[in-house]
């Protein structure tokens, strides 16, 4: 079956320092890529997604790769802010009706 | 703003005693999930309903029930709650049934107590 292994946390960082999440993913086929983002208190919130292999997908600095030789999809950014503390999950769709999704990785960034 | 809804945001419940989470979303959406998530375990799935008039069990069905109510709405109810449902309780909804590169939307939470 599907699944989807992210490093575990938490990741504690000082501010301008460069982030990578690492997120491997087993699935059949071609899935579907995303990361979520979870503020404290809040729900998830899509952070960024990528629908075929090489795309590359960003926002708000962030950005993930779709590999498909690694089956990887890592988050990076290249100047983390406190403001970017928060519990990140991979997820992947493999055309189903639900994400298979990974254990979250929580980043503190400290100023 | 377009979304999913979930209420309540907090609850406090008694052992034994039973509620329902509610859950709406007005994408028009035909997917709706409900999940839970505890501290170092990640999100589980404890039923989802790939379109109206279907549901299904999840990882963690044990103790709830759902209905789909319509397109819109998605409850989740706790017959005889247990200390062991304490949690934070999160609906989503989305296309991917059809195989939609959106994903999830999803509420922001019901943060339930079983005392």
């Known amino acids: 079956g599907d699944s989807v292994t992210q490093m575990e946390g938490p990741v504690t960082l000082s501010e301008e320092a460069f982030l990578t999440i690492n997120c491997t993913y087993t699935?059949?086929?071609?899935?579907?890529l995303f990361w979520y983002v979870q503020y404290p208190g809040e729900g998830l919130q899509l952070l960024l997604k990528a629908t075929k292999a090489d795309d590359k997908g960003s926002n708000k600095g962030f950005e993930a790769t779709y590999r498909k030789e690694t089956t990887s999809f890592h988050l990076e950014k290249g100047s983390v802010q406190v403001s970017d503390s928060a519990v990140y999950f991979c997820a992947l769709s493999s055309g189903y009706s639900t994400l298979t999704f990974g254990k979250g990785t929580m980043l503190l960034v400290s100023p | 703003n377009a979304g999913v809804t979930q209420t309540p945001k907090f609850q406090v419940l008694k052992t034994g005693q039973s509620m329902t989470l509610q859950c709406a979303q007005d994408m028009n959406h035909n997917s709706m999930y409900w999940y839970r998530q505890d501290p170092g375990m990640g999100l589980r799935l404890i039923y989802y309903?790939?379109?109206?008039?279907?549901?299904d069990k999840g990882e963690v069905p044990n103790g709830y029930n759902v209905s789909r109510l319509n397109k819109r709405e998605f409850s989740l109810r706790l017959e005889s709650a247990a200390p062991s449902q304490t949690s934070v309780y999160f609906c989503?909804?989305?296309?991917?049934?059809?195989?939609?590169?959106?994903?999830?939307?999803f509420g922001s939470g019901t943060r339930l107590t079983v005392v």
């Open positions: 989503a909804s989305s296309e991917l049934g059809r195989r939609s590169v959106d994903g999830y939307t």
């Open positions: 309903s790939a379109s109206e008039g279907t549901t």
């Open positions: 699935a059949t086929g071609y899935p579907s």
